[in-house]
C-alpha cells in the first residue's frame, strides 16, 4: 500500500516563496510518474509539476520559470519549491503517483496525498 503525505503549505505575501513536501511510504516500482496538482475554490483540479522515473520534470505554463518540481536521492520525498508566488496560486496542492504512465490527467493517478492549503494575499 502507498500514502503520501504533504507538508509545507502556508500563507504567504505575493512575491514570497514556500517548499512543498511530499513524503512517500511503500512499495515504489522503478518506472514511476509523480506530480502536484492544486485545486482552486470553484476550480478544476489542474496539473502543476510532473517528474518520472528518469528525471524530467514539466510544468504547466502559469508555473514556469518560479516552480521547481523535485526529489530527494533515496526517491522517497518529492519537492515542489515555489517562488514569485502569485494570488493566483492559491489552492489546495496535492501530491500524486502512479506507475509507468506519466501526464497531466488526474483521473490517471491511483495514489494521492491529503493535500496541503497554499494561500497568496496581495
Known amino acids: 500500500q502507498v500514502q503520501l503525505v504533504e507538508s509545507g503549505g502556508g500563507a504567504v505575501q505575493a512575491g514570497g516563496s514556500l517548499r512543498l513536501s511530499c513524503a512517500l511510504f511503500g512499495y515504489i516500482p522503478s518506472s514511476y510518474c509523480m506530480a502536484w496538482f492544486r485545486q482552486a475554490p470553484g476550480k478544476e483540479r489542474e496539473g502543476v509539476a510532473l517528474i518520472d522515473s528518469d528525471g524530467i520534470t514539466r510544468y504547466t505554463d502559469s508555473v514556469k520559470g518560479r516552480f521547481a518540481i523535485s526529489q530527494d536521492n533515496a526517491k522517497t520525498t518529492l519537492y515542489l519549491q515555489m517562488s514569485s508566488l502569485k494570488p493566483e496560486d492559491t489552492a489546495m496542492y496535492y501530491c500524486?503517483?502512479?506507475?509507468?504512465?506519466?501526464?497531466?490527467?488526474?483521473?490517471?493517478?491511483?495514489?494521492w496525498g491529503q493535500g496541503t492549503q497554499v494561500t497568496v494575499s496581495s
Open positions: 500524486a503517483a502512479d506507475w509507468g504512465w506519466c501526464g497531466w490527467n488526474s483521473d490517471e493517478y491511483n495514489y
